[in-house]
Structure formats: C-alpha cells, structure tokens
C-alpha cells in the first residue's frame, strides 16, 4: 500500500520552531487505534493482555497511553523494570522476560510481584534463592522447540540455533520442582520468528504451544493459566509488503484454542502477548533535516539524522521507506543513497531509492522508526541521541524526550585531570 506520513509539511514546520531537527515523532491517534484493533481481535478471550515490549519504544509517555489502552509492560533489565514502575504498572502489570539474567534484575522484578519468565531450568533456584520461600504464586517457563520453525513448506527461523528457553524435558522438570516449591499457577512463553508479516505465525505458534500446554499437564498435573505468544507479528516496511491483518491472526488463534485447549478442559486459559513492532513501528516517523548533497560515482543526499538515530538499515540492511515532505506527489525521478554522517559507509538509510528531486533544506521523514528506532540509538563518532516528540490526538505536539547536550555525552567522565572546554 501506498505509505502515507501521518504528518504534513505546514505540521512539521510548526514543531521545528521549537524544535530542531532530528527527533522521532510519535502518533497517538495511530498508537491508540491500533492497540484497539489487538484488543478487539482477541476480545474472545477474556483474560487476553498485551504486553508491550518496553525496548521497542522505552519512554513513559508512550507507555502511559499504551496502559491507558490496558497494555502492562514486557520488561527484560532493571532499567526497563524501573520504567515500567514509574508508569504506575506493578504485580501482574509486568511481564519479566529476560535472558542471561543479572541477580539484581530478577529481584526487582520479584519485588515488583511481575509475572516472572525463566529462560533457564538453572534459574528455577535463582529464583528460589531470591524469594527465600516467597515463591510467585505464578511462574512463566519459556520454551525452545529446537529444530527449524515452519509456516507450510517455508522455514521461518532456526530455533535451534537460538539462545533462548529450555527444552521440552526441561520445562517438565522445571514444572515439578517449581511445583514443589509451592508456585500453583504456569505459563508458557515462546519467540520462535521475528518481524513476519505471515498472518499464520500466531495461530501456529499457539498451536504448537497449546499443545505443549496438553502434554506439560497431563505429565505434571500443573495448572496452565497463561500462553505468552510474545513478539514477532511484523508490520509493512515496504509499499509492496502486505500488512499484519490482527483481526485474521486473532480468529487463527481462537480456532487453535477451540481445537486444542477446549476439548482438555483446559479453556480457562489467558492468551498474552508481548508486542513491541506491531504496537509502535507505523505510529513513528524519524523526521530529518538535509545537511548536504553530493554528486561523485553516485548522488548522495546527506541528512542531520545518522545510523545512531536509527540502527535498523545500517545493521540488518532493514528497508525504511522514505517521504520528502511537501513533494508527496512528485515524480520519483531521481535516485539517491540518503545518508547519515557517521564515518561509517554503512550509514545509510536508502541506497540506490528512487525519490522526488532533493535540495538542501528539506525535510525528510523516513517511515515506520516508532519501535526499534530511538531505542537502538548509540552515540558513535560523538552523535548526540535525538528528542522524542508526541503528535496529540487533537494536533497538538509534545516534547516527550529532550535531545542529549555535549554534557550528556560527557556525564561519565570525570575532566578533573583535563583541561575541558565543554
Ligand atoms: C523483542 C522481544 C519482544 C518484542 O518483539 P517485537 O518483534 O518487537 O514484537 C517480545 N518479547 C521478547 C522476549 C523480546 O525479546
């Protein structure tokens, strides 16, 4: 489909008046909309949650609409755990999902009364250790099916090349100490494919996972409260890409759960997920000024904004489609490599895009950088990360994250021993 900015150029003039170029806006219309549609497409289930992946998109403003919508927080460090709490999300508000898990993490998070995910059947007695006898009363097993993860005939990802989550036995095994140890309640939680757009991930991830909740039981005698389908639901960076259809994936899910859960007995069970794409991604825009052009072997269109902004193209070679604002209708006639200006060749946001005709000055939005966007950003060759702005509902605009100043840059180093200007 046609990509359309959520902003116009006049709209964007009016913020760059006080605010300067880069910075990530963010739609709440669109963030609010979306996280309805979710809601609606899991509506059957009546303990259904979302999660929202706080590394998508760490800011409290953001995640106080998302609450306001009824989303808890996926936290995954202490940092992000400390985020979440400061939104006012406590206990079941919090789903821990962490991996390589430092000690002082888990007990934040038991302290916190957070839904607890173990990567590990080690961290069962991590977990032990911390709770001194004040085991969660719930406790979330992540698991890793190994072998490959298939849609059809097409292969989606390698399970068994990843790091995460235990094996079936493990799980077992994990279920009976953790069982012992007075926890009553379970769930499962699995990541199996990343960013697809193929409507069937979902429903057949929960089949997979369903079942695996049939078998646990039935060896263990546990009780099953929740599945946690997790991340992955993708969203269209390309035009050409179709997008996520969340009603269709919501109705495959519940057809899973008729099919497989109903039938055991086993229908008082919450379907989680853990969104961080698919809630944010299209509801931001890096929004970017033009520093610079070039013309040598090819022509080069040189922005304010740079790679530490926005890591995706730089490092997966991730396709961001881009609009120059106020020539939305223009032929697409020229083609240019728009760049950053890291001393790195690999900081470009498009090589080789066909785009309307460019001059210093104008402003460029480069779509879909609401998640994975600001949160990836790095400070490499001194860039100082950008602001954060919130485009209202009534059009109104928000500075929701100010940009860094030299000081931030320079706040962990002491220059008592240095002669320093800044
Ligand atoms: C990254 C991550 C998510 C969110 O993934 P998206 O692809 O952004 O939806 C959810 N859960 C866990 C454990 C993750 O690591």
Redesign the pocket.
């Known amino acids: 489909m046609k990509k359309t900015p959520f902003v116009t150029l006049p709209q964007v003039q009016q913020i760059t008046e006080q605010i300067p170029t880069p910075f990530h806006l963010y739609d709440e219309a669109g963030i609010r909309r979306n996280a309805r549609a979710l809601k609606d497409a899991f509506s059957w289930n009546p303990g259904f949650r979302e999660y929202f992946?706080v590394?998508?998109t760490p800011n409290p403003y953001i995640l106080q609409i998302l609450k306001e919508e009824g989303c808890g927080c996926?936290c995954?460090s202490y940092t992000e755990l400390l985020m979440a709490e400061a939104v006012g999300n406590s206990g079941h508000d919090v789903m821990f999902?962490s991996n390589v898990t430092p000690e002082l993490d888990m007990r934040k998070a038991w302290e916190m009364g957070a839904y607890i995910n173990l990567d590990d059947a080690t961290h069962v007695e991590f977990l032990e250790k911390i709770a001194e006898g004040k085991m969660p009363e719930t406790v979330c097993l992540r698991f890793n099916p190994g072998g490959s993860f298939s849609l059809g005939n097409t292969i989606m990802d390698m399970p068994r090349d990843a790091k995460y989550g235990m094996t079936e036995d493990q799980m077992a095994g994990a279920v009976n100490r953790l069982q012992k140890l007075g926890v009553k309640h379970f769930g499962i939680h699995a990541?199996l494919a990343?960013?697809t757009t193929a409507n069937d991930y979902y429903p057949e991830l929960a089949s997979q996972l369903f079942r695996l909740a049939v078998r646990l039981r039935n060896a263990t005698g546990a009780h099953f409260a929740f599945i946690n389908l997790?991340?992955?639901?993708g969203v269209d960076y390309r035009p050409e890409q179709p997008a996520s259809n969340i009603a269709y994936i919501g109705e495959g899910v519940r057809k899973k759960y008729e099919e497989i859960l109903k039938p055991q007995g086993m229908d008082d069970i919450a379907i989680f997920t853990?969104?961080?794409?698919?809630m944010l991604a299209p509801y931001g825009h890096l929004v970017s000024k033009v520093l610079h052009q070039k013309h040598i072997y090819r022509e080069y269109v040189g922005l304010d904004a740079c790679a530490a902004d926005l890591m995706r193209p730089a490092m997966y070679g991730a396709y961001h489609h881009i609009t120059v604002l106020g020539k939305e209708d223009a032929i697409l006639d020229h083609v240019y490599d728009v760049t950053g200006g890291l001393c790195e060749n690999n900081d470009k946001f498009a090589i080789e895009r066909s785009l309307p005709e460019i001059e210093i000055g104008d402003i460029l939005v480069i779509h879909d950088t609401g998640?994975?966007g600001y949160s990836m950003g790095y400070n490499y060759n001194g860039k100082l990360r950008s602001a954060e702005v919130l485009l209202k509902e009534d059009g109104s605009f928000k500075l929701i994250r100010r940009a860094e100043k030299p000081s931030d840059y320079f706040a962990t180093l002491d220059f008592t021993e240095f002669k320093f200007n800044g």
Do not use: I, P, Y
Request: aromatic fraction near 10%; charge should be neutral.
């Open positions: 992946a590394k998508a996926d995954a999902s990541f990343s960013n997790s991340g992955g639901v853990e969104l961080g794409r698919f998640a994975h």
